[in-house]
């Protein structure tokens, strides 16, 4: 649950900066092991926290669903919204949730391009609230 928690605040809102340490550096282990299984470049990482748009790089659209998968987001190639919704914080939940529902699952040819088209629709909803672990 802490798993999945810390994912779904991660991944879609920019609470980084106010995660305490043992949530840091769960985050970093994901990231490092996703991004060691997908092979992205963490430089496109770097650039969509900065403000870029989810760029469709294959590699990137695979280190999503990693994510995704791994915080229980993700399964048999449906967004479980339910369980988004439900693991984020209040004042997250009231800014976040319309879109999230909105944006359902979009799906796409595979687990990878689902998982990058709906957090594309994330990220297009609420910009300023868009991170990527």
Not at 1 to 5: A, E, G, N, P
Not at 36 to 44: F, N
Not at 97 to 102: G, L, P, S, T, W
């Given at each position: 649950?802490?798993?999945?928690?810390l994912l779904v605040v991660v991944v879609l809102v920019g609470a980084a900066l106010a995660m305490d340490e043992e949530m840091a550096e769960l985050a970093?282990?994901?990231r490092e092991s996703c991004a060691?299984?997908?092979?992205?470049?963490?430089?496109?990482l770097d650039q969509v926290n900065g403000g870029a748009d989810l760029m469709p790089d294959?590699?990137?659209k695979c280190y999503i669903k990693c994510i995704m998968e791994t915080a229980g987001m993700l399964g048999g190639g449906d967004v479980d919204v339910e369980t988004v919704v439900a693991l984020l914080p209040e004042d997250m939940r009231v800014r976040n949730?319309?879109?999230?529902?909105?944006c359902g699952t979009k799906k796409g040819a595979d687990d990878c391009e689902t998982a990058f088209l709906t957090q594309q629709c994330w990220q297009r909803a609420n910009k300023?609230?868009?991170f990527l672990v």
């Open positions: 649950m802490l798993v999945r928690s970093r282990v994901l060691a299984e997908t092979g992205v470049d963490v430089a496109l294959p590699k990137l949730e319309h879109n999230i529902r909105d300023k609230d868009y």
